[in-house]
């Protein structure tokens, strides 16, 4: 209930910014991103005694990414404010990269006066319109009267199913007008509404499948983070022997420590991964949508196994790689049927872990020393693989790692370890650059007492940097971590292998001196350019509560590997940098495993 309101006086006429802020209430909604507008105003009037924190950023894209942010490492809606025009229409980055992701967004905008809708009127743009295709469901509030039942309903949609990002647009004459509100009720703790399309046969015949592999894969997605079914992944990798590797989406869901963890697989996996799902006979998919980043050339992806998929989104459902058995519907509803058929069998005495399944991962384990990922460790230059080992193993045990999008995003997935879910934030399907800083912003909202970096390009950093006004203005204690190559490292990378060294506008030379940068918003700063500096360096930098940056100058030559070229198979896989050329070789043979 708002501070100061009674909203149980029979008869009492609210605002709709009032009956709005009271909805936020009862969904217990924290804290909001967002930055004020005309069509707003009386929505931030009501907003000065609500009770509820709202924190001011410097771009509208920074309050969508915040939301997202605080919503991957809560599990709960993350919520986002802006005015109308062009404060909506800066939030769509965000809200799309929320809906590639599955993440549950509420995004909250303004929009003019009903009585001007569609006559051009200042600031106006069709924000249900332009946001259709990238929110689940986009609303426009008519009336005061009907804001309770419209954000009961755009909360409940952005959980259930598979979640995204809903839209709520709110006209400035709905804001001020009044109405006798009337609250839907809201039960305590319910889990979101999945729908379940599988039957008992359907898991008789998954367990049977799984009982008859002997080189079975578990691929794991998002999914089973979102579901909260880590406990029975983890339970079912255990109870049959079957290794776990992960999807970008998917780290945190399995501990990357745990003996049965391949890592992640794909354009950038673990040449264990993805000689696995190559040698397969069984890949079970778990919250995941065989995207092209994990399959490679989809006609030779896991081409020798057989598929079941577990997947709460029907649509996902033989959308890229045919499958022989679906399970559609909650993972951690649907992990349990089958848990509980798999121990009914092994009472009955049936073996669940066979010597060929422990043959299978002694396998594995050959192909994981035979090409670990590993970089140059003696070299002088500061390497960007030992920054963020050192920062992983420097974290506290449930730290969160918030990254921007380019070669640092995949290093991070590669080197640091993650043990626990909700632990690691990405732009996986969207790839915007600009994520990291904002996103690591709203997971420090969410747990004000756990560490949290952001791992960041010079590129990506310079599309949000602004916000440090926002973690020094609200003591936001973010951490930020600038991998600086003084390029596109990605782009660079692609046209030196594949462009024949053609580059072209890569260059962010003429980048600010982030340590100065930060120093002059009132932020800690340092540079790091020795390997030497590194472990004390990234030690002080974790050892306070403060928001802090350090810039490490890395190696601005180093790429990432392995790399499946695009068009190739994971078979294909190039594990690590070309040799240099010499007459008798081929280019076949340097690209070869």
Not at 111 to 136: H, N, R, W, Y
Not at 176 to 199: I, L, N
Not at 338 to 362: F, I, Y
Request: glycine residues 8%; contains cysteine.
């Amino acid at each position: 209930m708002i501070p100061g309101i009674r909203v149980t006086q029979m008869g009492r006429l609210f605002s709709g910014s009032e009956i709005l802020l009271e909805c936020l209430h009862r969904e217990k909604v924290e804290v909001v991103f967002g930055l004020p507008g005309g069509a707003v105003l009386p929505l931030y009037d009501a907003l000065y005694s609500a009770g509820i924190r709202h924190l001011l950023v410097r771009h509208e894209q920074a309050a969508a990414f915040a939301a997202d942010g605080y919503a991957r490492v809560s599990g709960k809606p993350g919520v986002c404010l802006a005015t109308s025009g062009p404060g909506a229409t800066n939030l769509t980055t965000g809200l799309t990269s929320a809906m590639m992701d599955s993440i549950p967004v509420v995004a909250l905008t303004g929009q003019v006066p009903l009585s001007l809708v569609g006559k051009d009127a200042f600031q106006e743009a069709d924000t249900i319109g332009i946001t259709m295709p990238c929110t689940k469901q986009s609303f426009m509030a008519r009336t005061a009267a009907e804001i309770p039942e419209i954000i009961h309903r755009a909360f409940k949609t952005a959980v259930s199913g598979r979640p995204g990002p809903v839209l709520v647009d709110l006209p400035k004459s709905v804001l001020v007008d009044k109405a006798d509100p009337s609250y839907p009720e809201r039960p305590a703790d319910a889990r979101p509404e999945r729908a379940r399309e599988w039957s008992e046969d359907d898991v008789r015949h998954a367990a049977e499948m799984i009982l008859e592999s002997h080189q079975a894969v578990l691929y794991v997605g998002g999914g089973v983070i979102a579901s909260d079914a880590w406990q029975e992944l983890r339970e079912l990798a255990e109870l049959v022997h079957i290794p776990v590797t992960t999807t970008l989406m998917g780290l945190g869901a399995f501990p990357s420590r745990h003996p049965l963890s391949l890592g992640m697989l794909g354009m950038h996996g673990s040449y264990a991964a993805n000689t696995a799902i190559c040698s397969a006979d069984l890949l079970i998919a778990i919250g995941a949508r065989f995207d092209d980043r994990v399959t490679g050339r989809v006609k030779d992806f896991a081409s020798r196994a057989r598929k079941i998929h577990f997947d709460v989104d029907p649509s996902e459902v033989n959308k890229n790689v045919a499958v022989d058995l679906a399970l559609v519907g909650d993972a951690r509803e649907t992990l349990q049927a089958l848990l509980a058929e798999l121990k009914r069998r092994a009472k009955s005495g049936v073996a669940l872990a066979t010597p060929e399944r422990d043959h299978w991962l002694q396998r594995i384990e050959a192909w994981r020393a035979q090409h670990p990922l590993t970089y140059d460790k003696y070299s002088h230059a500061v390497k960007p693989q030992y920054v963020l080992e050192t920062i992983s193993n420097c974290l506290e045990e449930r730290g969160i790692i918030a990254v921007d999008v380019g070669q640092h995003q995949m290093w991070s997935a590669q080197f640091c370890r993650f043990n626990y879910p909700r632990t690691w934030l990405s732009s996986s399907g969207l790839g915007t650059m600009g994520y990291g800083f904002p996103a690591a912003m709203g997971a420090q909202m969410a747990f004000p007492d756990r560490q949290v970096v952001a791992i960041v390009g010079d590129g990506g950093f310079q599309m949000t940097l602004n916000d440090l006004a926002t973690i020094v203005q609200y003591r936001v204690p973010v951490k930020i971590a600038v991998i600086n190559n003084r390029s596109l490292g990605m782009v660079r990378q692609w046209q030196e292998i594949f462009f024949e060294k053609r580059f072209c506008d890569i260059d962010l030379n003429f980048a600010p001196d982030f340590a100065k940068l930060a120093e002059s918003y009132g932020i800690r700063g340092s540079r790091v350019d020795h390997r030497t500096d590194v472990v004390d360096a990234v030690r002080d930098f974790l050892s306070d509560r403060e928001p802090r940056l350090i810039d490490f100058w890395v190696d601005p030559a180093e790429n990432v590997y392995p790399i499946v070229p695009p068009g190739a198979s994971l078979a294909e896989m190039v594990v690590e940098p070309p040799r240099v050329l010499v007459e008798e070789e081929s280019l076949d043979d340097l690209w070869a495993v």
